[in-house]
C-alpha cells in the first residue's frame, strides 16, 4: 500500500521561502517520475513540478525560476524547495507519482501572506 506523507508548509510572508518535504511508503522514488502538485479549494489539482529517476527535473512555468524540486533516494524523500513565495502560491501542497496516481496524502498548507 502506498502512503505518502508532506510536512514543512506553513504562513510565511510574500518573498520568503518554505522547504517540503515528502516521504513514501510502499514505492520508490529511485523507479518512478515523481511530482508535486497544489490544490486551492474549488479548483483542480495542478502539478507544479516532477522529477524523473535520472533526476531531471520540469516546472510549471508558474514556478519556474523560484521552486526546486530535488530527492533523496536513498532516504526515499522528495523536496520542494520553494523561493520568492507569492501570495498565488498559497495552497495544500501534495506529492504523487506523475504517470500513475496512488492515494492521495493529507498535503501540506502553505500560505503566503503579509
Known amino acids: 500500500q502506498v502512503q505518502f506523507v508532506e510536512s514543512g508548509g506553513g504562513l510565511v510572508q510574500p518573498g520568503g521561502s518554505l522547504r517540503l518535504s515528502c516521504t513514501a511508503s510502499?514505492?520508490?522514488?529511485?523507479?518512478?517520475?515523481m511530482g508535486w502538485y497544489r490544490q486551492v479549494p474549488g479548483k483542480q489539482r495542478d502539478l507544479v513540478a516532477h522529477?524523473?529517476?535520472?533526476?531531471?527535473?520540469n516546472y510549471a512555468d508558474s514556478v519556474k525560476g523560484r521552486f526546486t524540486i530535488s530527492k533523496d533516494n536513498a532516504r526515499n524523500t522528495m523536496y520542494l524547495q520553494m523561493n520568492s513565495l507569492k501570495p498565488e502560491d498559497s495552497a495544500v501542497y501534495y506529492c504523487?507519482?506523475?504517470?500513475?496516481?496512488?492515494?492521495w496524502g493529507q498535503g501540506t498548507q502553505v500560505t503566503v501572506s503579509s
Open positions: 522529477i524523473t529517476p535520472g533526476g531531471s527535473t
Open positions: 510502499g514505492i520508490s522514488f529511485s523507479s518512478r517520475v
Open positions: 504523487n507519482g506523475k504517470m500513475y496516481i496512488f492515494p
